[in-house]
């Protein structure tokens, strides 16, 4: 289809300082979708940041099976605003998703993926979708809303099974970035729980259940002491062969008895 | 008597409610060369009958491959099985980019069935004319779908279709119970005696073989490896034939 502007030359009539250049040529902003137009002049600007939080999510892949924990705060700002959001899901039997970040993004990712599974559900052909298929999938849809400056604003942990019974535990990010390992966090996570994990890896194996579930009580322990957009309540959930669940919640052992030797407590 | 009345729309319906369009699509499939799929446990096998090799040219393909887990063998229009096979091929490798895996085959046949539903459904396109034979495998084990013109989508434990078919057919429900353990070699010996069933010219069998299975990526085997599989398996088949030679000087060449 012809277009009746030509394109401009770039270097006259250029976007103010701070602005983009509009490449859809000739067709003008109001034909386009909302989505693919950049930030306009009356206040529509694509907001990145984020509104409702959920803070940190942890998860730990262990012989047999993965583990995903986060606690049940949504934050609004610094305020504790809805203290019991299980930010664990189970996606299908074989799939656990594990969301922080904007939570009104994971809402609205949580139920493109739903809608998926139905799909799924109803083919009826005994396939469902595996964790690293879904890891993938994000990380296109992710990063293709970032490359259109319209970003999802979440940090998720993919964990789950495939056919085989082997595990796969993946972090996938706002901006499309993916990688998988034996151990992901997200948030605070990254920064405390992750160094803690991996001090704590056997060289030769890959660790026990009860491991796996002792790193997780003390990574969220840690979490709720030195994160303050934390709460000692926390959701977890498990995904073997042979079970796939959120449970909880739990809550962290919180000792504060220390407090009374602080000077000027 | 009322069928030349209803035939000329793919959207008209006769008084019995049938769509001849869709019927003389079928039709076409008959156009073109015999072609069998068969499966077991952990292989499935197509074998296609090559037309009558002519020195000027070179043979077309009958045996396409898709994925490495997926390979249709065609019967009727070439033409239109080209753009089955570019669709089925686009699917494959966007399915790959988004979900880092292969497309479970019933997945796929199902979306291939829906597109050509739409074809007998509108005023401004006509039915494709060839028949596929699908073979893959993926997590649910081994696969033989066939594809008609009508858009029907059949799971098979194995299949003949094209020209004079009914006796590759036949030689296939003698033996269907054992091939779920056949080895692999015994699946593709049973494929090329079912083939000789429908060969009925005094011409040299020539014919294509691809095979897909558990870590076994879909593999169109080469003339040396076709020839040595033909050897071996018609030792067994009466080389004294009292079949009639027929050749049809009808058969269009739009089909192999």
């Known amino acids: 289809m012809m277009n009746n502007a030509f394109a401009q030359p770039m ?6 300082p701070g602005q983009f250049y509009n490449f859809m040529g000739g067709n003008t902003q109001a034909e386009l979708p909302r989505e693919l137009t950049t930030a306009g002049p009356f206040g529509t600007k694509h907001s990145t940041a984020a509104i409702t939080t959920g803070s940190s999510v942890v998860g730990i892949r262990y012989a047999g099976g993965v583990l995903v924990a986060a606690d049940t705060l949504v934050s609004y700002g610094s305020l504790a605003r809805y203290q019991n959001i299980d930010r664990v899901f189970k996606i299908n039997d074989k799939i656990l998703l594990g969301g922080s970040g904007d939570f009104a993004d994971i809402q609205s990712i949580k139920r493109s993926i739903d809608q998926k599974m139905i799909e799924d559900q109803c083919c009826n052909d005994g396939v469902v979708m595996k964790p690293k298929s879904l890891a993938s999938w994000l990380t296109r849809v992710l990063y293709n809303r970032r490359s259109r400056m ?3 604003y979440i940090d998720v942990v993919v964990a789950g099974v495939d056919e085989a019974g082997v595990p796969f535990l993946g972090n996938v990010d706002l901006r499309g970035r993916a990688y ?14 992750l160094p803690l994990v991996r001090e704590r890896k056997p060289k030769d194996r890959d660790f ?6 002792n790193l997780i009580r003390e990574c969220m322990k840690v979490l709720y002491y030195r994160d303050t957009r934390s709460i000692p309540q926390y959701t977890v959930g498990i995904c073997s062969a042979s079970d796939c669940s959120v449970k909880g919640p739990f809550k962290v052992e919180e000792n504060w008895t220390f407090a009374e030797t602080v000077e000027g407590y | 008597m009322f069928r030349n009345q209803y035939d000329s729309d793919v959207t008209l319906w006769s008084p019995q409610g049938r ?5 003389y699509a079928m039709e076409a499939v008959n156009q073109g060369t015999v072609t069998v799929g068969l499966k077991s446990e952990d292989f499935a096998v197509l074998v296609g009958l090559h037309r009558p090799y002519t020195e000027m040219g070179v043979l077309q393909p009958k045996i396409l491959s898709i994925d490495s887990h997926v390979g249709i063998s065609l019967s009727g229009l070439s033409s239109d099985a080209r753009q089955l096979a570019s669709y089925l091929r686009t699917e494959c490798t966007a399915f790959r980019h988004s979900y880092d895996t292969t497309y479970p085959v019933s997945k796929l046949v199902k979306t291939l069935g829906n597109k050509m539903q739409a074809n007998t459904q509108r005023y401004d396109r006509r039915p494709y004319g060839v028949g596929l034979l699908l073979a893959g495998y993926d997590e649910v084990g081994s696969h033989i779908w066939q594809i008609m013109p009508s858009a029907n989508v059949f799971n098979c434990k194995a299949m003949a279709i094209g020209s004079r078919a009914q006796s590759a057919r036949t030689y296939l429900d003698r033996f269907k119970a054992t091939f779920p353990f056949c080895s692999k070699d015994e699946l593709i010996c049973h494929g090329i005696q079912s083939i000789h069933q429908s060969h009925f010219t005094t011409d040299e069998m020539r014919v294509s073989i691809g095979v897909v299975g558990k870590e076994h990526p879909f593999k169109i085997l080469t003339n040396e490896e076709v020839e040595s599989y033909q050897r071996f398996c018609l030792f067994a088949v009466n080389p004294d034939s009292s079949q009639d030679t027929e050749i049809d000087e009808n058969q269009s060449n739009q089909s192999i």
Do not use: C, I
């Open chain 1, 11 to 16: 270097w006259l009539n250029g976007p103010a």
């Open chain 1, 150 to 152: 319209n970003p999802l």
């Open chain 1, 180 to 193: 998988d390992d034996y151990v992901v966090a997200t948030g605070f996570g990254r920064h405390l729980a």
């Open chain 1, 208 to 213: 026990t259940f009860e491991e796996a579930s």
């Open chain 2, 19 to 23: 769509l001849f369009q869709v019927e």
